[in-house]
Antibody
Framework: EVQLQESGPGLVKPSQSLSLTCSVT????????WGWIRKFPGNKMEWMGY???????SYNPSLKSRISITRDTSKNQFFLQLNSVTTEDTATYYC???????????WGQGVMVTVSS | NIVLTQSPATLSVTPGESVSLSCRAS??????IHWYQQKSNESPRLLIK???QSISGIPSRFSGSGSGTDFTLSINRVESEDFSIYYC?????????FGAGTKLELK
């Protein structure tokens, strides 16, 4: 069974970088697409970006140059880095398998990240 | 950007009722719409893919319909475990977007 688990700090200071790891078991990240989604307080959901089986990436333009998604195939992990965070980045962050860039069929449990000084 | 408008924002029902949740796209997206259920403190769960295709392990009381700009998620005879938030998501555009959600609550 495909399983994903996010890990990373729950508190980040404004202007710093948010870094999260998604560990995948039961499926190789060298197949399919792997994405990050966040849910803001108030329930709005936002697709942030993905990394493909080949390592190519696609990002939400609203995040401009602040976002980077990378991977370590030897550990079957992929990563999110979001730079210059503000309080507006406070959200629950999910990683998910993005089935051939269409729908999200497997999700991690989510990690709540608060941006606060 | 393709905007997805879900209605109603909140739907209050009693168990046993059948309901329809709406998702309207700002432009035609064929059948590139997917539905999720998110219970409190859980991750979203895929319910329906490509407007009407069923997902293994999802109860048969959940069904989807629609094409173009108007889509519907139907729940036949709501059960207590169905009270949660429902989201639609489009994959027609490479800027993937979600609707704002419909909260299904106990009346």
């Amino acid at each position: 069974e495909v399983q994903l688990q996010e890990s990373g700090p729950g508190l980040v200071k404004p202007s710093q970088s948010l870094s999260l790891t998604c560990s995948v078991t039961g499926y190789s990240i060298t197949s399919n697409y792997w994405g990050w989604i966040r849910k803001f307080p108030g329930n709005k959901m936002e697709w942030m970006g993905y990394i493909s089986y080949s390592g190519s990436t696609s990002y939400n333009p609203s995040l401009k140059s602040r976002i980077s998604i990378t991977r370590d195939t030897s550990k079957n992990q992929f990563f999110l880095q979001l730079n210059s965070v503000t309080t507006e980045d406070t959200a629950t962050y999910y990683c998910a398998r993005y089935y051939y860039s269409s729908y999200f069929d497997y999700w991690g449990q989510g990690v709540m990240v608060t941006v606060s000084s | 950007n393709i905007v997805l408008t879900q209605s109603p924002a909140t739907l209050s029902v009693t168990p046993g009722e059948s309901v329809s949740l709406s998702c309207r796209a700002s432009q035609s997206i064929s059948t590139s719409i997917h539905w999720y259920q998110q219970k409190s403190n859980e991750s979203p769960r895929l319910l329906i893919k490509y407007a009407s295709q069923s997902i293994s392990g999802i109860p048969s009381r959940f069904s989807g319909s629609g094409s173009g700009t108007d889509f519907t998620l139907s729940i036949n005879r709501v059960e207590s475990e169905d009270f949660s938030i429902y989201y639609c998501q489009q994959s027609y555009s490479s800027l993937y977007t979600f609707g704002a959600g419909t909260k299904l609550e106990l009346k």
